[in-house]
């Protein structure tokens, strides 16, 4: 069974920085690619970052990219989003989600409950 709690989420200023995690209390994480997507209100839930089940692949939304990383620790079953540089439009609920490696979301079958993000001007 996979279960997926984030946390780290909260109220930062523009150009700062916060570390998201997600906790997964199975025994099969290191069996699934991590993703994480984001949503801000009234729009669609977007791809935001993924990291292979070894932790060697990984890959970025352009608008991300430089600012975001994404890594893995499988002896402690948690997928982090390490985000600096934060932008108003990066507010949104993020979601980490397990499954197959893509930007799709319909590659993952294990979601989160959501962390929000906001980020002030």
């Known amino acids: 069974q996979v279960q997926l709690v984030e946390s780290g989420g909260g109220l930062v200023q523009a150009g700062g920085s916060l570390r998201l995690s997600c906790a997964d209390s199975?025994?099969?994480?290191?069996?699934?690619?991590m993703g994480w997507f984001r949503q801000a209100p009234g729009k669609e839930r977007e791809f935001v970052a993924v990291v292979g089940r070894s932790g060697m692949s990984t890959s970025y939304v352009d608008s991300v990219k430089g600012r975001f990383t994404i890594s893995r620790d499988n002896a402690k079953n948690t997928v982090y989003l390490q985000m600096n540089s934060l932008k108003p439009e990066d507010t949104a609920v993020y979601y980490c989600a397990a499954g197959r490696y893509g930007t799709s979301q319909w590659s993952y079958d294990y979601w989160g409950q959501g962390t929000q993000v906001t980020v002030s001007s």
């Open positions: 199975g025994r099969t994480f290191k069996n699934f690619a």
